[in-house]
Nanobody, 129 residues
Framework: QVQLVESGGGLVQAGGSLRLSCAAS????????MGWFRQVPGKEREFVAA???????????YYADSVKGRFTMSRDNAKNTVYLQMNSLQPEDTAVYYC???????????????????WGQGTQVTVSS
């Protein structure tokens, strides 16, 4: 059983930056693909970014078009943690951000929240205009 704990959310002005962290425990971290999703009340959960580890030193990251070039996802297997560096934040980035984990590899699965079995509690990100 994998446990995920997000941190780093908060209030920031438009154009600012935040870094979210997701600490994992209870599993072999390097085996799991990790994803970030976000949700606004009344709207569907939205894919933000995902990262998978192919073994060795190679990892692959994927981003939603809406965040590409502004957000960067990374992982530190030694610390069992993934990060989401968010730059040039805009009011439309306001949401609860969730970290997720599962043993998946394909792009379609990585970008589909329904494919993940393990979720964190979420962290609120609010971007003021």
């Amino acid at each position: 059983q994998v446990q995920l704990v997000e941190s780093g959310g908060g209030l920031v002005q438009a154009g600012g930056s935040l870094r979210l962290s997701c600490a994992a425990s209870g599993g072999t971290f390097s085996s799991y693909a990790m994803g970030w999703f976000r949700q606004v009340p009344g709207k569907e959960r939205e894919f933000v970014a995902a990262i998978r580890w192919s073994g060795g030193r190679t990892s692959y990251t994927y981003y939603a078009d809406s965040v590409k070039g502004r957000f960067t996802m990374s992982r530190d297997n030694a610390k069992n943690t993934v990060y989401l560096q968010m730059n040039s934040l805009q009011p439309e980035d306001t949401a609860v951000y969730y970290c997720a984990a599962d043993l998946i590899q394909s792009y379609s699965a990585l970008t589909d929240g329904g494919e993940y079995d393990y979720w964190g509690q979420g962290t609120q990100v609010t971007v003021s205009s």
